[in-house]
């Protein structure tokens, strides 16, 4: 599945960039479990970081770094993008302060949930911050396409895009 997923995300926005997972809605065991974040950026190289909002302050706090691969991931027909991977986790047990980017009041046991974003920092080229995806918007995408609805990745996100979740963020949560 996670090999129709991303050639699904370089397609849709293959003149931006994108995060196509995790998606919106993940759900975690754990608050300290690592999070794996994979994506398509349009420059070689390019420097993507991934950040954790703390909910007490609302700012991001960066939680990871990496720099997208140099060989294209190339569709036939559009842009080239340059895959990038990070893992890290959104808290961590030995540094209390980060459990505020899981809820406000920084305790854990508050049914918390976490809000990430990832961003190209310094790019022209592409949006700073990277384009999300729920976990109902590739099948969407998928359908449109199979269905010969729109032959226009653009178009068809657009089409799957739900209001509920800001297209530049992330919601993560744990499992009950």
């Not at 699904?8 to 994108?18: E, N, P, Q, R």
């Not at 420059?43 to 939680?63: D, L």
């Not at 030995?94 to 974003?117: E, F, N, Q, Y």
Request: proline fraction near 7%; glycine fraction near 8%; charged fraction near 20%.
């Amino acid at each position: 599945m996670r090999s129709g997923k991303a050639v699904l995300a370089l397609g849709i926005l293959s003149a931006t960039a994108c995060v196509y997972e995790p998606t919106t809605g993940t759900r975690l065991r754990s608050v300290y479990d690592v999070v794996e974040f994979r994506g398509f950026v349009v420059t070689p190289g390019a420097t993507v970081i991934v950040e954790a909002r703390n909910q007490q302050t609302g700012s991001f706090e960066q939680i990871a770094a990496t720099r997208a691969g140099q060989k294209a991931a190339i569709l036939r027909g559009v842009t080239p993008l340059f895959a990038w991977y990070a893992a890290a986790p959104i808290a961590s047990a030995s540094l209390p302060g980060t459990a505020c980017r899981w809820s406000k009041s920084c305790r854990i046991d508050d049914d918390p949930g976490a809000t990430v974003r990832v961003r190209v920092p310094g790019s022209v080229v592409a949006p700073t911050v990277l384009y999300t995806f729920e976990a109902e918007t590739l099948p969407c995408i998928a359908e449109k396409f199979r269905t010969k609805e729109t032959k226009d990745y653009a178009a068809a996100y657009m089409g799957c895009f739900s209001p509920r979740t800001p297209p530049d963020s992330i919601r993560l949560g744990i499992l009950p």
